[in-house]
């Protein structure tokens, strides 16, 4: 049954002969405008305005779609499933600053409006929610399941992440404790010895295997099945992992990389291995932990099979507000000159970087993220120029699942001045990352339903394998290999409006407002 509230996708038409709506698609074509920048001979940079004419097509039926999380019993996971579940039931619970009801709070899909134009009229600007820009699958309709190394049941587990109100857990609790995540797979040198204690929930052997791999297909296979699902799109929000080291001849290729599985090798990753299995399954398999699940094999893999894969790292709380304030410091003209970021959490998260090779994998996806911005500004620094940053993490028990994130910005301003900013961010972790995920599972399960052609040719086929177009809710975004990475969080969402814009006939969003300025 379906009970979202939303228009899925009928709250516009778009009137314009480049655009037509058949029953079970929208078709649209569309002119791509770029500027294609070369040096001359005199070294000065010639832009030459270009255009590609793209045809886009829209599959409106909204599919029975399946979210299966590796890493179910976890503060995501349980927060995740509790919060959908409180909105498909309307749930309202007493707090002591009063009631409070399900929201979608967080999520851009469910949360944000796009500009879809002016009104003539009134000149004022009308807004839609991002959710109904295309025909996209309401969050309250999708069926949960996953695995987890714990076999906790979810209501236990959703206790034991102290993340909840005890009045909203009351009345998920009975739905919760039925809902017991999958045995899965544990190679315990790739998370902290100090998970030891719950892994009690184990497909036997420690290390790859085909026999994994094929389980786990099995799994998504009969998940599907018992629940009658068109699809299901898999995520990462499993614990932390140790890189894994990139070694020729066991993960550098596709091939290789199977290989290694069959036979074996101790250097490929739990998370690896669902990758490869979604990869098989052709199901979409998004990593929201920011170790390297996706040696260059595992890409090898999706591409040879137009498998969907997305990551790194759910971008929730510290580096969402980086990737914000360095755009806008850097794109102000203010020379940022260090970046100190500190955190404490005291959640099993925390206490999973407590250990030296999984705070690590963190450092990498958190260190990287103003590269563009820096590289972009050759005003402000010269080549190879970068600013001072360092980051830390803490596990402090006493404060939960409400990490502490502290950061001072330190940069230099008009002639040798200074300007510091301290930020000090407070706030339960798994409430930032819960709309991430729904967001992620909505975006990619979207892209599974566009086509795109060049006007010359026959056939329609899907967007690259790896969804860079997640990037907005990613720390590390994952890009086509040989492609830039974008950080500046503005940038990340106009890539995604404006493709879901292009979708249906419709020009990027501009803030011209040139009919407001030219009378
Ligand atoms: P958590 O530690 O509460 O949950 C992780 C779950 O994964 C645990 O229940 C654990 O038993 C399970 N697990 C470990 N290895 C597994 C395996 N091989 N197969 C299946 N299950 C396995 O952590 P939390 O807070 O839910 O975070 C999950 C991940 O998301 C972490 O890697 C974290 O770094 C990442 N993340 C979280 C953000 C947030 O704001 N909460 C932001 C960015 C990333």
Excluded at 74 to 95: C, P
Excluded at 297 to 320: M, N, P, R, W, Y
Excluded at 494 to 509: D, H, K, M, S, Y
């Amino acid at each position: 049954t379906t009970t979202s509230p939303a228009s899925n996708g009928n709250l516009f038409v778009v009137s314009s002969p480049n655009v037509v709506y058949t029953d079970s698609e929208i078709l649209s074509k569309y002119t791509y405008r770029t500027t294609s920048v070369t040096q001359n001979g005199a070294g000065k940079y010639v832009a030459t305005p270009k255009e590609t004419v793209y045809d886009f097509k829209v599959d409106r039926k909204i599919p029975k779609v399946g979210m299966m999380l590796v890493g179910w019993g976890g503060n995501n996971g349980t927060t995740v499933t509790a919060g959908i579940i409180a909105n498909r039931r309307g749930l309202v619970w007493e707090t002591r600053e009063g009631p409070r009801a399900a929201n979608y709070y967080g999520s851009v899909i469910m949360g944000s409006t796009m500009k879809l134009g002016t009104d003539p009229q009134t000149m004022k600007e009308v807004n839609i929610p991002f959710h109904d820009v295309l025909p996209m699958v309401h969050p309250n309709d999708l069926v949960i399941g996953g695995w987890d190394i714990s076999g906790m049941n979810l209501a236990n587990a959703m206790d034991r992440a102290a993340v909840l109100e005890p009045t909203l857990k009351a009345q998920v609790k009975k739905e919760m404790a039925q809902m017991v995540p999958l045995p899965s797979i544990y190679y315990p040198d790739f998370i902290a010895a100090n998970q030891e204690d719950r892994a009690d929930n184990l497909i036997p052997g420690s290390k790859a295997s085909t026999a994994h791999v094929e389980k786990i297909r099995q799994d998504i296979r009969d998940f599907k099945a018992q629940n009658n699902l068109d699809k299901v799109i898999v995520q990462w929000t499993a614990n932390t992992e140790r890189y894994a080291d990139i070694i020729p001849n066991v993960n550098d290729t596709a091939e290789n990389l199977l290989k290694a599985i069959e036979q074996g090798h101790e250097e490929v990753s739990p998370s690896t291995v669902f990758a490869v299995a979604c990869i098989l399954e052709k199901t979409p398999f998004i990593n929201g932990s920011p170790q390297n699940t996706f040696v260059p094999g595992a890409v090898e893999l999706a591409e040879q099979h137009g498998a969907f894969i997305g990551g790194d790292d759910f971008k929730s709380g510290q580096t969402k507000m980086k990737s914000a304030l360095v755009d806008f410091l850097i794109s102000a003209g203010i020379k940022l000159t260090s970046i100190a970021s500190y955190n404490h959490l005291g959640n099993n998260d925390g206490k999973n970087l407590s250990s030296q090779r999984q705070f690590r994998s963190k450092e990498i996806s958190k260190s990287n993220v103003v590269d563009d911005m820096v590289e972009a500004n050759s005003v402000l620094y010269k080549k190879g120029e970068h600013p001072d940053h360092t980051v830390v993490i803490k596990y402090m028990p006493a404060v939960g699942d409400n990490k502490r994130a502290l950061d001072e910005y330190y940069a230099e301003i008009f002639l040798g001045g200074h300007q510091t900013i301290s930020l000090f961010n407070v706030c339960e972790d798994s409430l930032l990352a819960s709309p991430l995920i729904i967001d992620l599972v909505l975006v990619t399960e979207m892209m599974t339903r566009i086509g795109w052609r060049q006007s010359s040719q026959a056939e329609y086929r899907g967007f690259h394998s790896v969804l860079s177009i997640l990037s907005y809710m990613l720390k590390a975004p994952l890009t086509p290999p040989g492609t830039p990475v974008v950080n500046a969080l503005a940038k990340q969402r106009g890539a995604l409006t404006n493709i879901f814009r292009a979708c249906v006939g419709l020009e990027p969003e501009s803030d011209m407002t040139l009919e407001h300025k030219l009378f």
